[in-house]
Nanobody
Framework: QVQLVESGGGLVQAGGSLRLSCTAS????????MGWFRQAPGKEREFVAA????????TYADSVKGRFTISRDNAKNTVFLQMNSLNPEDTGVYYC?????????????????WGQGTQVTVSS
């Protein structure tokens, strides 16, 4: 069992930055690939970024490439999402999730555990 808690969301102006954190409970965090997804009002949840257990594989949605950076610290059971050059289209609830296999990072159904989400609002 893995429990995930996100933090770091908030309100920011367009062009600004935020750093999201997701801290996991349990001793097996380092065995999971980790992903970030987001859901805007009235829209389906979408993939943002993912990182393999060793950080050897990192992948991003095209919409955030060059602006967002995912990283992890296995010693601290934490995964991060650094978000720069934010724009209003980045607004939504951001969720972190744990994937035990790391085969299809962009598929939400591959992830077994999810956090409760943290709100990110970007004003224009």
């Amino acid at each position: 069992q893995v429990q995930l808690v996100e933090s770091g969301g908030g309100l920011v102006q367009a062009g600004g930055s935020l750093r999201l954190s997701c801290t996991a409970s349990g001793r097996t965090f380092s065995r999971y690939a980790m992903g970030w997804f987001r859901q805007a009002p009235g829209k389906e949840r979408e993939f943002v970024a993912a990182i393999s257990w060793s950080a050897g594989v990192i992948t991003y949605a095209d919409s955030v490439k060059g602006r967002f950076t995912i990283s992890r610290d296995n010693a601290k059971n934490t995964v991060f999402l650094q978000m720069n050059s934010l724009n209003p289209e980045d607004t939504g609830v951001y969720y972190c999730a744990a994937d035990p296999f790391g085969l299809e990072y962009q598929v939400s159904s591959e992830y077994d555990y999810w956090g409760q989400g943290t709100q990110v609002t970007v004003s224009s």
